[in-house]
């Protein structure tokens, strides 16, 4: 056991007080800058084909960014060559407008954090030994050191006292990956590469890890560029997603609805898997799609002038809604021929309501599990239309013609050669995953 070894008891000599990067408190984290790749080569030695050739994309910053793409296609290369672990044969690098290869790589390791499978943690070190890694090769001061340790283990959820002294080993699969991911952001980067960090995890760990990761990101607005060969985990996580080919070639990269809604070719779609319509709807929200409006009614109004209004509309039904404005029962005409008195008298509770922050697919969902064909939409609880399978069918449809126009609007030259050399490629094993 590691009783004896703390972060203050490495075997380093002391480092001078404030040395290495400023103060940086989760509150005033270093938010991320934009990332450029330019005709970015990586030939390896005694290899006939380039592992990266000729790549050009920018990565927003403050973004995450999912690279998708089959088996030795140049992921981990790409990554690589971001962070310097490889030179590239030729083509640039800009990190916040820098180039990276004129960066010294102390600098650039304090720009860039890198977590891997399994987090990537060193066996024979402790937890607060691999978290403080680059604060040390910063030579930061080990009371600051210490510190930091403990924030960044706090961070991403592990009690420091109960974590800091065990070694890789004692941990689980995810505790693992979570300290793989606090010793990333351990010297505050802007930049966070993450490849395929949740891949050895379980499927509910790495939901929850997943969940973690975005609402970190919430607070932390890093630029991450995040490799994953399991399309669901690109769509929920990246911002955009870049679907890659052979040679790290840009196949399509756009946000998850635009990719879903309207994939490039086939290719794409290898990767997309089956349910892409299911997928788009988990990627919408309600809100944000046209919803029906209804017939409202107030609780104290007549039953008799609700009556004669909706048989002016022509509809069956209105949403009688409290003094707060929250939709609280269904008065039908039947309910109301004929009846005099507050609407309320005739109505029949709601049971089911669902807010516009909900994907489509939560709507869906609450349709299927209702006894009526529309769901009334809440924001802070208050109405603000009605969903039904209608509005659900609309959206997808309206999604589609929105890519499409995105898509004539967009596309340049290079990328559809591109996209049509590709398309009659097979779609990697993993691209139904
Ligand atoms: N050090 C190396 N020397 C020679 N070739 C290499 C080296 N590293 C990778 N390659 C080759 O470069 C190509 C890209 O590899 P890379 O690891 O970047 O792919 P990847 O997309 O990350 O793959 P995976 O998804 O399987 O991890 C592959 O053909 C691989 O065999």
Redesign the pocket.
Known sequence: MADDITTGTTNDAAAPAGTGAEDTGLHNATHGVEIQLRNLTKK????S?A??QDVTMTIPAGEIVALV??????????M?LINRL?EPTSGEILIGGEDARKQPADQLRRHVGYVIQQGGLFPHMTIAENVALVPKMLKWAKPRIAERVDEMLELVGLEPTQFRDRYPRQLSGGQQQRVGVARALAADPPVLLM??PFGAVDPITRGRLQDELLHLQDELHKTIVF?T?DFDEAVKLGDRIAV?AEG?QIVQYAEPAEILARPANDFVRGFIGTGGAMKLLHVTRIADVELGAGVTAQVGDDAGTVHTRLSEADEPWAVVLDANSRPVQWATVEDLAGKQGPVSDYGTPITTTISGRADLQAGLEALLGSDTDFVPVTRRRRYIGLVSLNTVQGAIQQLREQARETAAASKDGATTALAETVATAPASKEGGA
Do not use: F, M, N
């Open positions: 390896y030695p005694g290899q084909r592992a990266v793409g089959p088996s030795g296609c140049g992921k981990t290369t790409t690589k490889i490849d395929e490799v060969h890659l790290s």
